[in-house]
């Protein structure tokens, strides 16, 4: 089996570390991979899109798991896909467009595998509605500790540790997945201004329900009354009649063709994205948006990932890499949000990806981010003076609101904020303490933060 | 593990009374550092810095370490490894000697030698190979702008710092890639009790200043740091000073 002795990160490219990259390309290769993993243990790893170190373990084993990528079973009527973990929901997409479906939780990158998209329990636009990613997986196999494959049914407990477990509880191998009926790849989209972070917060409050994919980009520099001025741009799956008679869309209406601009550059400077070019670029992207247009047809690839049409971007910020937040409060706790975006806004955070949506109901996965209500995202140059101690102070205010971060984005929380925002960390603990006693799963996000 | 900043949740001081190695740890213990280990030789000091270092919350242990004994550095050291992950090691002991009276005892000089240079070979070995297992950590290694070139006043210290500097520079090229991040630091004159009664030099800083060139050296993963950063540019130009002239220097 191949193994690389090699530096790894997270998709922000910070605290690198070094690690035995091995890449099973069958089950009983990856058997032997976690027996044989030795004292500093072993993670799993997909497509490398957390932002963090979740998926690093310094001085142990990685496994690369995008060497398990086969499709087992797609059941055409009943709209489930049996595939290994390895395989990523882009793959997903090419396949299962064609034949009507679509994956149930898509989040903004199509480059996630599955195991990665269990592991993280990620959410998408369609949260509100749809729930995490969890809520569609039938069933897994999970290659644990010991050696073992076992299949995880829903409801029980260590399902609910896998799926947001960070990898932590064992490889998975493969999972059932229920998906969503789509009768075309196109998508109908609404967009509309907001003046600032309460009529944002009113809008989505108010008609989200009405769609099924919802999100809103907030401009975080914007000072003053314009304090989170956002675009809103929420939208279904097209419906077939949606698209006109003789177009090539209607003669092909469930052909896939993501854009692809080319690469970033390997070597980029530093401090590209400052506050002065990311303040141009948010002018221009509030003031490029319409008012209100409403019924626009979009690529799938262009409404849910924008991102993924140029390869490599996380190069943009350069050498010293950039730092995502993520945090979620409930209901009621809009005081809280519109502070800490206040926060934001007067420390001149240079971020020109930040997102704010509403959850729905939370998923039972113990150490799942998505609680109902509102969840803000950005990106920030780790470079940025001050950045750590800032965050240090959001991430108290956000625990005292009974919020949480997201662990799949985190590189930099305490341990000790960790079990105010995770109430069912100790189960979590007790159950890897008895399912997995020599500490074979093991990562640099488990480390710091003594999961 | 250190986070997106560099910032260490564990610390270990070779050097365990330095005033700079405190001003350093009381810095990480601030940002995000919960274990220190301070190594040194036992004292009533080196308690008393842990003391000082507890009231702020971390998780603070002694180690006896003596720089002179290299023998007994990898069961010390290994000790402190085996308990847990060290995310950065600061290696900061080192004696100022005194050069008027080191030039006549030869053997106090070579005292300044082994504890500056050997002892820090040796030490710092034994610190990189454990950081290497570990697959990631800082080693951070208090060099001086007294090895940048060496002065009259004070060159047994100097050389005993310019051999250190050179390792370090090569250990930092040999550990490239295997996780481990090596970092020399150059401080000028600092004040503190190893400077003591000496005539100040300009650009003299403080122990807090290079704490802080640090935490900025670590987020920055940087490989040399002078404090203050001025100090590069002014020792550039001394450094290509023609020997007559810089032997005439008043400095």
């Known amino acids: ?451 | 593990m250190k986070d997106a900043f560099g910032l260490p949740q564990s610390l270990l001081v070779l050097g365990g009374t330095s005033e700079i190695a405190l001003a350093t740890a009381r810095r990480m213990i601030a940002r995000r550092t919960r274990t220190v280990w301070l190594a040194g030789r036992p004292s009533p000091a080196l308690e008393q810095s842990a003391a000082e270092l507890r009231a702020l919350g971390a998780d603070v242990r002694t180690v006896a370490f003596d720089a002179l004994d290299p023998e007994s550095h990898e069961p010390a050291l290994g000790k402190v490894f085996a308990e847990g992950d060290i995310d950065m090691v600061l290696l900061a002991f080192g004696i100022l000697g005194d050069q008027a009276h080191d030039e006549r005892e030869p053997l106090s000089a070579v005292r300044v030698a082994q504890t500056n240079y050997t002892g820090a070979v040796s030490a710092t070995l034994v610190s990189a190979s454990a950081l290497q297992n570990q697959g990631h950590g800082s080693l951070v290694v208090l060099s001086s702008v007294a090895g940048e070139r060496a002065r009259r006043a004070n060159f047994i210290y100097g050389s005993s710092k310019a051999g250190l500097d050179a390792f370090t520079q090569g250990l930092g090229d040999a550990l490239h890639g295997t996780g481990v991040h090596v970092m020399v630091v150059r401080p000028g004159f600092v004040r503190s009790k190893m400077t003591a009664g000496l005539a100040e030099a300009p650009l003299a800083t403080t122990p807090e200043a290079v704490a802080t060139a640090i935490e900025v050296g670590l987020r920055r993963r940087s490989e040399t740091v002078w404090v203050p950063g001025a100090l590069r540019l002014v020792m550039s130009a001394l450094r290509h000073a023609p020997r007559a002239l810089f032997r005439r220097l008043p400095i």
């Open chain 1, 1 to 451: 089996m191949p193994a690389d002795t090699v530096s790894v990160t997270g998709w922000g490219r910070t605290a690198p570390t070094v690690a035995r990259l091995i890449r099973p390309r069958t089950y009983e290769e990856a058997v032997a991979a976690v027996r044989g993993c030795g004292v500093r243990g072993g993670i799993p790893r997909g497509l490398g899109r957390a932002y963090g170190d979740a998926a690093q373990n310094a001085g142990g084993a990685v496994f690369d798991m995008t060497g398990l990528d086969r499709i087992h079973a797609i059941d055409v009527d009943g709209g489930t896909v049996s595939c290994d973990a390895g395989v990523s929901l882009h793959r997903l997409m090419r396949v299962l467009l064609p034949l009507g479906w679509f994956v149930p939780v898509t989040p903004g990158t199509r480059q996630v595998t599955v195991g990665g998209a269990i592991g993280a329990d990620i959410h998408g636009k369609n949260h509100h509605v749809s729930g995490s990613f969890s809520r569609h997986v039938l069933s897994l196999e999970l290659l644990t500790a010991d050696g073992e494959i076992r299949t995880v049914r829903r409801d029980t407990p260590l399902f609910d540790a896998t799926t947001g477990g960070m990898g932590l509880t064992g490889v998975i191998l493969t999972a059932t997945v229920q998906l969503q009926p789509v009768q075309t790849s196109l998508m109908s989209v609404d967009t509309e201004r907001a003046r600032d972070l309460d009529d944002l917060m009113a809008r989505l409050a108010a008609t989200d329900d009405h769609y099924r994919y919802s999100v809103a980009w907030v401009d975080l520099l914007a000072r003053g009354a314009a304090t989170g001025r956002a675009v809103l741009t929420r939208g279904d799956h097209a419906p077939l009649d949606a698209l006109r008679e003789g177009t090539r869309a209607r003669r092909d209406p469930l052909a896939f063709r993501p854009s692809r601009l080319p690469p970033a550059p390997a070597h980029l400077p530093e401090g590209l994205l400052n506050r002065r070019t990311v303040a141009c670029f948010n002018e221009l992207w509030y003031r490029r948006a319409p008012r209100a247009r409403t019924g626009e047809l979009q690529k799938l690839s262009t409404f849910f990932h924008p991102l993924d049409g140029v390869p490599h971007w996380n190069r943009i910020y350069g050498r010293g890499g950039f730092v995502q937040y993520q945090f979620v409060v409930g209901h009621g706790q809009e005081e809280t949000l519109r502070r800490i975006v206040r926060r934001i806004s007067e420390h001149r955070c240079p971020s020109f990806l930040a997102v704010l949506k509403r959850f729905g109901d939370a998923d039972p996965g113990w150490l799942s981010f998505p609680l109902p209500g509102w969840t803000l995202a950005l990106d920030i140059p780790a470079a940025l003076p001050g950045l750590g101690a800032l965050l240090d102070t959001l991430d108290e205010d956000v625990a005292a609101a009974g919020g949480r971060v997201y662990l799949a984005k985190d590189s930099r929380l305490r341990p000790e904020s960790l079990a105010a925002m995770y109430p069912r960390l100790d189960a979590f603990r007790s159950l890897r303490a008895e399912l997995d006693p020599r500490g074979v799963f093991v990562s640099d996000l488990a480390r710091r933060l003594a999961l």
